[in-house]
Structure formats: C-alpha cells, structure tokens
Antibody, heavy 116, light 112 residues
C-alpha cells in the first residue's frame, strides 16, 4: 500500500522559515517524480513544486519560486519542502504527492499557518 | 498559464440519478504524444484528494465504473451515473500538460 506521511507543519511568523518532510512507503521511491500541492483554508488546490526522481531537476510556480525549495533523499525515501520568507498567503494544508506524470497518491497533509 | 474553468460551482443530486461536471481549458491539453493531459479528482469532506480519472477518460485503480470521463482537446466532462451518498465532496479537474500545473476551482456535489 502506498503511503505518504507529512510532518513539520505548524504556526510560523511572517518572514520566517519552515521545512516539511514526507516519508514514502509502499513503492520504489526513487522511480517516481514527487510534488507538493497546497490548499488554503476553504479554497482550491494549488501546485507548489515538483522534483524529478533523481532530484536533478525541480519546478515551481512563480508564487513560490525563489522562496521554496523541494528536495529529496532517496536513501531515506523522504521528500522535503523548505519554505523561506513565509507570507500569510502561504497558510495552507500542504500535500505530498507521488507524481509520475499524474499525482496518483496523496498524503494526509501538513497544516502550515503563517501569522504573527 | 492554462486556466481550467469548471461548471457548475455546485450540484445537488438525488441518489440513483446522474450528474455531470464540465471543465473547460484555455488551451488544448492534447500533447505531441497524443495524450490528453486532463485529470479528475474527488476530495471527500475532511480527506485528501483522490484520483478518479487520468488522461481524460481512464478510470483510476479502485474507482467504481459509475465514473467516466470524456471530452475533446479543450472541453471535458466527468459523468457520475447512479450517484451514491459516498460520492459527496468537491470534484476538481487538473492539467499536467505544462508548468505551472493548474487545477479547476472545484465543483461541490451534494445529495438531495
């Protein structure tokens, strides 16, 4: 069974940093691209970042480019999202997704609240 | 960016009846490889999104065949035949043809 478990969410002040982790199991992690997608409270889904299976290439929308960094440790089956210079509009539930051409598995989500 | 426009915003359905949700793309989602990169997800209340349909018309693993997807290069439809109470939630279309990946704004399905 594919499992994705996110950790690291919490309350953080504007301008500060936070790092999310996602531990994967039930599939061969290093065969898959991975992504992060978020959902602001009561809102729709927004893609945040993607990374190739080797970690050699990363992709971001303009809304987070230069502030967020996606990375992975294939030896530890773990995906990361480093979030810097956080803003109130980054408040959301962040989902880790398996993304081999399609986001076909989602974690339970990690809640991030950016507020003073 | 590719904009996906869903309609209606919400739909109320009697159990056993059918429901259709539309998703219109601002650009063709047909790739050079002949794949239509349109996907449908369901987010049940309090849960993470789950994949229903991939590549416009293919049923994801474990999804009941009451769900079906169809469309062209820019206009897509998710049909749910014989709606059940477990089908409540918000339905999203998504495109993974090009960056930035984008989602529709969602259609909420309720049971009458």
């Amino acid at each position: 069974e594919v499992q994705l478990v996110e950790t690291g969410g919490g309350l953080v002040q504007p301008g500060r940093s936070l790092k999310l982790s996602c531990v994967a199991s039930g599939f061969t992690f290093n065969n898959y691209w991975m992504s992060w997608t978020r959902q602001a409270p009561g809102k729709g889904l927004e893609w945040v970042a993607s990374i190739t299976n080797s970690g050699g290439s990363t992709y971001y929308p303009d809304s987070v480019k230069g502030r967020f960094t996606i990375s992975r440790d294939n030896a530890q089956n773990t995906l990361y999202l480093q979030m810097n210079s956080l803003r109130s509009e980054d408040t959301a539930t962040y989902y880790c997704t398996r993304a081999g051409g399609v986001m076909d598995a989602w974690g339970q989500g990690a809640s991030v609240t950016v507020s003073s | 960016d590719i904009v996906l426009t869903q309609a209606p915003l919400s739909v109320s359905v009697t159990p056993g009846e059918s429901a259709s949700i539309s998703c219109r793309s601002s650009k063709s989602l047909l790739s050079s490889k002949g794949i239509t990169s349109l996907y449908w997800y369901l987010q049940k209340p309090g849960k993470s999104p789950q994949l229903l349909i991939y590549r416009m018309s293919n049923l994801a693993s474990g999804v009941p065949d009451r769900f079906s997807g169809s469309g062209s290069e820019t206009d897509f439809t998710l049909k749910i035949s014989k709606v059940e109470t477990e089908d409540v939630g918000v339905y999203y279309c998504a495109q993974f043809l090009e960056y930035p990946f984008t989602f529709g704004s969602g259609t909420k399905l309720e049971i009458k």
